[in-house]
């Protein structure tokens, strides 16, 4: 193991220190409990009253989440858009606009109303010729709503100078009619726009090979644009746009968290003997159900890496049909009962993580129309997704809607995500060494020779993707410890 790597492994090790503070007598969870043998001491469970503000569900998890949320990160600017604001709304597809609307909002007394007109072109609710902004170490933070998402097509912030000649551009949403969107109907929406993110440049503004902006400096103008699918009109509404601390201001390279979906054994035999050569761990999001059966892990498998190699251990789901069919097709008593099932069985059997992810990424509303996101905050402390329109940050935006980026594999005509555009000139760890993130990966089998499907990675293809990790000084991190730096 190189000096870098045993550095890397050391910072890894102290900041679990950090979290096991019970010694041989316990060890403190991360929700604020602690071990007492086989049985975790919890908080006290939310009042009937507030849990039924979840979708009328009023049985009290047995195992509530600690609340340690992500601190909200202060703006160091910031436009709210109340009285004389200044912004415009306009655009060859707007229809209407209200510049000071009182109808909806979730800051102040009013926001900003645009209606498209249904014809794809560009609305915009934007403003030149500010006081220049300095956008080194910083993210932009937006707050926004689409009343109905039906007839939305994507969503993309410019960034520039001259009048917007010279910009960077976030497209930062395209919606999907039929996979989980970030953005659904009817909801306030934070969204985190950090440098690994531009997805294009104009003017004298450039990206290099790297990712790597130009300039992030003398901004003074900016443009929310919205574009619908020319099949009718989208209502949208603009709260905040806001510069805020980013990723890099703590970890100046990012942070890489590598984790394993639906409790393959091959994590155990493949996965881990290579991460620990690099000193690496994981998580894993374990479906309760398998454990114990056919090609899947073992409750002493699961230990060993836990408490040897320091992975975490986290939850998927209980049932493995509900795995299959996701929990958007049953009814929010159903997916809560699950939620609940799984995070008893992970506590009863020495699994103090709180994080989460959807089967199949899939946090839509239940067929009763609970959204599943909100049925997990009654459990767990994070969800992950598996949408990848942008990277994930410090503090997350929405931590039950953690982006991800899945399907890496080093097969051939496979499809999914080609591990070279991960680790290529220019790909994700690039953009994450070069301007800081939390760059979440899904895997999920590992086998010993070519992948065959998307979801599998060779164990040559693995030790590659690791290589470049530790190549560039991407400090690696679980969920759950990740975490911890904002709770």
Known sequence: MSKKQHRGRDGALSRRAALLMGGTGGVALAGGGAWLGSVAAQPAAAPAAAEAAIGGLTTPPAYAPSGRRPKHRRATWSQQFQASHGWTPGGTGTASAEANDTSAFVRGTQSVRVTTNGTGKQSYVRKTGMTALNLTNKMIRLVLRVDDVTNLSKLVFYLGSGSLANHFAWTFHAHSKTAANYVQSGEWVTVHLQWADVTSAAGTYSLSASGTPSTKTGFTDMSFAVYDNAGGPVTYRLQAVEVIPDTATVFPKGVVSITFDDSHKSVHDLARPVMDQFGYSGTVYNIADAIGTGSFLTVG??????????????????????????????????ADDDFRKLREWLVGNGFSSEHFAYPHGAFQKTSDGVPVDLIASRH??????????????????????????????????????????????????????????WLILCLHKVVDGAPATSTEIGK????????????????????????????
């Not at 040897?308 to 159903?334: F, V």
């Not at 496979?414 to 690039?430: C, E, F, N, Q």
């Not at 293809?461 to 759950?480: F, H, N, P, S, W």
């Open 460 to 487: 040559a293809g693995l030790a590659a993707l690791m290589k470049a990790i530790d190549d560039r000084g991407i400090q690696v991190l679980t969920v759950e410890e990740a975490m911890a730096y904002y709770t």
């Open 380 to 437: 767990f402390t994070t969800a992950r997704s598996i949408i990848s329109e942008t990277i994930e940050s410090f503090a997350p935006a929405m931590p039950y809607r953690l982006k991800a980026l899945t399907g890496i594999n080093d097969g051939t005509g496979i499809g999914g995500t080609a591990l070279s555009k991960v680790t290529g000139a220019g790909g994700r760890l690039d953009r994450c060494a070069n301007s800081g993130d």
């Open 301 to 334: 498998q699961m230990r060993s890496m836990q408490d040897y190699s320091g992975w975490e251990m986290a939850g998927h789901s209980y049932a493995n049909a509900t795995h299959t069919a996701s929990y958007p097709k049953l009814t929010a008593e159903q």
